[in-house]
């Protein structure tokens, strides 16, 4: 049974920094891609990164380039964001989630964790 816990989230003023993370179990993740996806009050989820399991290549969304540091760690099957410089508008449940393939779209993504809170105050 895959499960994909996340934690990390909290309260951070804007300018700050958090580090996401999301330990992975219950199968071999090397031909996965794993997202991170956020959700605001109000609004549909959408996509923040991406990194192949195996080769490490990543994806972000424009909004978080340059601020936003997605990683893995395989001996620990974990994944980690790490945001920078924070901005209200980071405000959101963060998502992490496993999809079969290269994880361009967030249909392909089959599993996915409880979600955990971050809030950005100005």
């Known amino acids: 049974q895959v499960q994909l816990v996340e934690s990390g989230g909290g309260l951070v003023q804007a300018g700050g920094s958090l580090r996401l993370s999301c330990a992975a179990s219950?199968?071999?993740?090397?031909?996965?891609?794993m997202g991170w996806f956020r959700q605001a009050p109000g609004k549909e989820r959408e996509f923040v990164a991406t990194?192949?399991?195996?080769?490490?290549?990543?994806r972000y969304a424009d909004s978080v380039k340059g601020r936003f540091t997605i990683s893995r760690d395989n001996a620990k099957n974990t994944v980690y964001l790490q945001m920078n410089s924070l901005k209200p508008e980071d405000t959101a449940v963060y998502y992490c989630?496993?999809?079969?393939?290269?994880?361009?779209?967030?249909?392909?993504?089959?599993?996915w964790g409880q979600g955990t809170q971050v809030t950005v105050s100005s």
């Open positions: 989630a496993a999809a079969y393939g290269m994880g361009w779209r967030m249909s392909e993504y089959d599993y």
């Open positions: 219950g199968r071999t993740f090397n031909n996965y891609a």
């Open positions: 990194i192949r399991w195996s080769g490490g290549s990543t």
